[in-house]
Every structure is written in structure tokens, then in C-alpha cells.
């Protein structure tokens, strides 16, 4: 044992501890580095997903809109809507929620009262007859619509700061 040198072993034994920490910071650099990865591409999908999700409800209001005002069935809508609803439900805010049950009920009301306004059709002519009560629904129509003009307003302002908030993050995290 007297070519053993205490000095020696001290270096050894340092540079075995400073090697160890290397690895040990190196690792938890590594692993900080791959969460964040992982969070900012999380962000990303989830912004994609909600900027497509928002696409969907507000092409399917327009849809609904020009369903009623072209007299068309409204049974092919019917799916289509609840699932981007049921979406919105789990991805959008409640802010947004809260702006689409508004709409749908404007939707509701405004499409119910157009169509009851438009000519009753005669069977075999391609003709139509407008009475006083048609009037009366034409007249509640328009009225509503600018209710429906300023929720639809409401919600893109909605799904634009949400947007937004969520660009914002993404690239303070990067």
C-alpha cells in the first residue's frame, strides 16, 4: 500500500464526484429541455385543434343560417352539430360555450319565425300564397336579426382572444 499516494485517491475520488454531478446535471438539463419540447408541441396541437374546431361551429352557424333561408332539411345538420357542439363543450371556454348556446337559441328563434313567414306553396303550382300572419313572421325575423348579428360578433371576438392568448403563450415558451 505505499505506492498509494493520499493525494491520489482525493483526485481520483474528486473527479469520480465531479463526473457523477456532470452526468446528474447533464441528465436533468436533458429532461427539462425534453418537457419543454413536449409542452410547446402540446400548445401547438392544441391550438391547431382548437382553431379548427372554431372553423367548424362558425361555418356550421353560416350552414344553418342559409339551410333556413334556402328551405333545406335540416336532418343533415343535425349530427354534424351535435358532435361540434359536444366538441366545444370539452375544448372551448366557457365564455364560448356560453356565446354558442346564445346563438343557437337567436338560430332557433330567428329560423323558426322566417319559415313560418315564407308563402304557403299550392300543391301541383308553382305558386304561393302570403297572408297577414306571413308578414307578422317576416317582421319578427328581421327583428332578430340583429341580435344574431351581434352574438356571432360577440363570439369570433371570443375565439380571437382565446386564440390569441393561447399564440401568446406558446411564444413565450419558446
Known sequence: MGNFDLSSLITVFTSGIFGLIVAIVTWKLANKREKRKFNLEFARTELKDKEELYISIL???????KYTTREKDYSELINENALMLAKAKLLATKE?????????DIIEAWSSNYRQSLPKRI?????????????????????????????????????KSELNKLRDEIKNNV
Open 59 to 65: 361555418a356550421s352557424i353560416d350552414k344553418t343560417v
Open 96 to 104: 364560448i360555450n356560453i356565446q354558442l348556446e346564445k346563438i343557437y
Open 123 to 159: 300543391e301541383g303550382v308553382n305558386m304561393g300564397i302570403i297572408s297577414t300572419e306571413d308578414v307578422k313572421y317576416r317582421k319578427k325575423a328581421e327583428e332578430i336579426i340583429p341580435h344574431l348579428q351581434k352574438a356571432m360578433g360577440e363570439l369570433v371576438g371570443e375565439i
